[in-house]
């Protein structure tokens, strides 16, 4: 009764659902995947609307509990499975995790244009070779100042030990490097090792391979 499900994309290109089974899988927690094609038939949005308010994935069911939105998952996840029974996935200092919040809010509500000319498709798919537009050129570059100024040099976190905004920031900046997009080698050295851990990999190995 109490059993996880996440509903992700059938293509598995939504970050947001990245993100989420990427919590699930850092929390080492046990779920069932079930995938809807996007967008989202009618009458699958209709029941998702129907139960969880929101006819979006990531959706994740818990008991009665059916909820969207990838932030207000992995904040549930930590909640419900906390620490020390469960691995961390916010930052233990209330300053960082601020900080965490921050990168992850950013994220979801900028850089629109870089989505669009790079979009997740090209990082765990093909690559694209047409250039980015000077809005995605812009993006980018905003991006990459982000990154420089938050990351420090060798580091593969943002803080001490890692947070679950590592991955959505590494992300992101993979839309640049998958790309072959200039950034700078610290960077590029921090995004890449978010892409070797065990739970990005879990992710990974459900993308469909394109033909
Ligand atoms: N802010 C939401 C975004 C969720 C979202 O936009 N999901 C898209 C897939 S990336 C979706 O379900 N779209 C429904 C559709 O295209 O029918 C989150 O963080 O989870």
Redesign the pocket.
Known sequence: MNDLVLYA?TGF?????F??LVALEEKRLPYRLETVP???PAAQ?AAFQARGI?????MLVHGELWV??????SEYLAERFPVPDHPRLFPADLGERARARQVMSMI?TSLFALRTDRPTSSVFGRPVSAPLGAQAAADAGELVRVATALITPGATSLFATWCIADVDLGLALMRLVANGDPVPAHVHAYATAQFQRRSVRAYLSRVPTTP
């Open positions: 994309d290109v939504s970050p947001w659902v993100h989420a996007l967008p989202i949005r929101l006819g979006t994935v990531p969207t939105e990838s932030l207000a998952i979801r």
